[in-house]
Structure formats: C-alpha cells, structure tokens
C-alpha cells in the first residue's frame, strides 16, 4: 500500500496513462485505473474528481508558480518580456516531470474529450496570467492579449522540447519568443507601410 496520499496519487496517474495508452481513454474505467496502482475506486475518487483530471494533477499549481513568477517579475519589463521571464521561472515543473509529459500529451492529442479539458485547462491559466499582468498595470486588453499569447508561445516550446529533447526547454522557449517577436516585425504581404 502506498505510505502518502501524494505516492497514491503518483501510481493512479501512472496507471490511468498506461490504461490509456493500451486501451484508450473510453474504453477505461477509473474501477481499471485503481486496480491498476494496486487500490480501490474509492482511493481514486479521493483524490481525482473523474477519469480525466487525473492527467491534469498539476495545473493549479502550475497557475500559482506562474501567476506568482508573473506578480514577482522585475519592475520595467515590457508584458512579453515579463511573460518569458515567468515562463522561465516555471520551466522546471515541465522538466521535472518529462516522462509523464510526453505520453500524457500523446494521450490527450489522441482523444477529443482530453482535449477539450485541455483547452479549458489552457484558458483559465491564460485568464489567471491576464489577471495577474493586469494587477502589474498592465491594461485590459493587452494583458488578455499578451497572456493569450505568451501561453501559446509556451505550449509551442513545450511541444517542441517534447519532439526535440536534444535541446532545453529553456532554449525552445526562448526560440518560442524570439520567434513572436520576429511575427509582430514582419509585414505582411501586399502592406505598403500603411
């Protein structure tokens, strides 16, 4: 039997994302999943609301460590430039936790109903960032602009650490934004300097 509840949390999201991998996400019970980590059903809705938070465990204080990494960033920083330096701060839950993010991701890009909960995960973590920018002055509509946008560049690094560990995280995230930089210099095409 697991001695913690956070030793019993880490076997049941083993389990479910090695159910999922096998069986796919519909065709696993969370009765399977607790099974699995060698507990009962019960043990799993004690810690998990259903099947599909278990791959989630995390966001909130992926959103806290941001918010936070945001609300204490150095005075003077432009929003993007404070939205890469939270970014980095926060990097090291990702790398911490690399080998449960790289099938967990295949997991959710194979099944609809993860990747809705991940998009409504995306969204409430941009607000919480938006929220937080706009505490540092940010105005309304740039802090829901840069948030919005800084989370995508961040997805994109992560996505591409993912495809190409040979590099850091810390360098794709920096490409990420060097890379969103480089889009709100260009010109568009037919755009004579208007």
Known sequence: ?????????????????????????????????????????????????????????????????????????????QPLDLLLHAFREVEHILEDNRPFAEPRLQVIAATPALRERDLAKAASIAEAVAQALRQRGVADRLADLAAHTGWAAFHQAAQAWIDDPSQSLDVHLLQAFDDLRALCLTTPAGDSGR
């Open 1 to 77: 039997m697991p001695r913690s509840g956070a030793e019993a949390r880490r076997r049941l999201q083993q389990a479910a994302l090695e159910l999922y991998r096998e069986r796919g996400f519909d065709r696993t019970t969370t009765a399977e999943i607790a099974a699995r980590a060698g507990l009962n059903e019960r043990t799993f809705f004690r810690h998990f609301p259903d099947k599909r938070e278990v791959l989630f465990d995390g966001e909130s204080d992926l959103r806290a460590s941001l918010t936070r990494a945001v609300a204490e960033a150095p005075d003077g920083l």
